[in-house]
């Protein structure tokens, strides 16, 4: 299983914010944006503090998926 963060980009589009925006406003790290550009695990406390800032329910900023087998 992997994880997706597309749902969040969406999200930061619909609010008209940017990533920077999201790392400064949450108070997570640079690394940690980094992280889920690539779609890796983040810690469960960095997901909770850009749900109170978005607002929203951790299934709105990312969701589990199957892995692809080639």
């Given at each position: 299983?992997?994880?997706?963060?597309?749902?969040?980009?969406?999200?930061?589009?619909?609010?008209?914010?940017?990533?920077?925006?999201?790392?400064?406003?949450?108070?997570?790290?640079?690394?940690?944006?980094?992280?889920?550009s690539?779609?890796?695990?983040?810690?469960?406390?960095?997901?909770?503090?850009?749900?109170?800032?978005?607002?929203?329910?951790?299934?709105?900023?990312?969701?589990?998926?199957?892995n692809?087998?080639?």
């Open positions: 299983m992997t994880v997706s963060y597309d749902k969040l980009w969406k999200l930061l589009i619909d609010k008209k914010m940017n990533r920077t925006d999201l790392k400064n406003t949450a108070g997570v790290s640079f690394n940690v944006l980094a992280k889920m690539r779609n890796e695990f983040v810690s469960l406390e960095s997901l909770c503090k850009i749900c109170t800032v978005l607002a929203c329910d951790i299934g709105d900023i990312m969701e589990f998926t199957e692809e087998t080639a």
